[in-house]
């Protein structure tokens, strides 16, 4: 079974979905979140700070989030961390295509605040 998951990175450029997304893990799920509006902020946290799973925007500006996670797999220290991609795109082909970048799951925005954590760990679970 997977260990418990307690930290996730969420990396979105919207300021009002980071709000509602670290609302939504933290005080309804009980993760402990960090937020990360670009790549770059993205990077700097974790140079300081491991979560254990990573919430990625695919669509951000400079750096998106297909990008991001192939920088992410070259890197040892976040080689393995395990991704979750969040993407208003909802078709099909576009959605096995990250999945096939090696995300975990890939989840639709908008999202629901209430059900975002339960969620997760649905898809967590599955790693093990």
Do not use: Y
């Amino acid at each position: 079974m997977a260990n418990t998951l307690r930290r996730i990175l969420h990396v979105e450029d919207d300021p009002a979905i980071r709000r509602i997304a670290a609302l939504a893990l933290g005080r309804v799920g009980g993760f402990e979140v960090r937020s990360a509006a670009s790549a770059d902020e993205a990077l700097t946290v974790l140079a300081e700070w491991q979560p254990q799973l990573i919430l990625l925007d695919v669509m951000m500006p400079v750096v998106d989030g297909p990008m991001l996670l192939t920088c992410l797999r070259s890197g040892a220290a976040t080689a393995g961390l395990p991704v979750m991609f969040m993407t208003a795109k909802g078709r099909e082909d576009e959605r096995a295509h990250l999945k096939g970048l090696g995300a975990l799951a890939v989840l639709e925005k908008p999202f629901d605040p209430m059900t975002l954590a339960s969620t997760v760990r649905q898809h967590w679970e599955t790693l093990s």
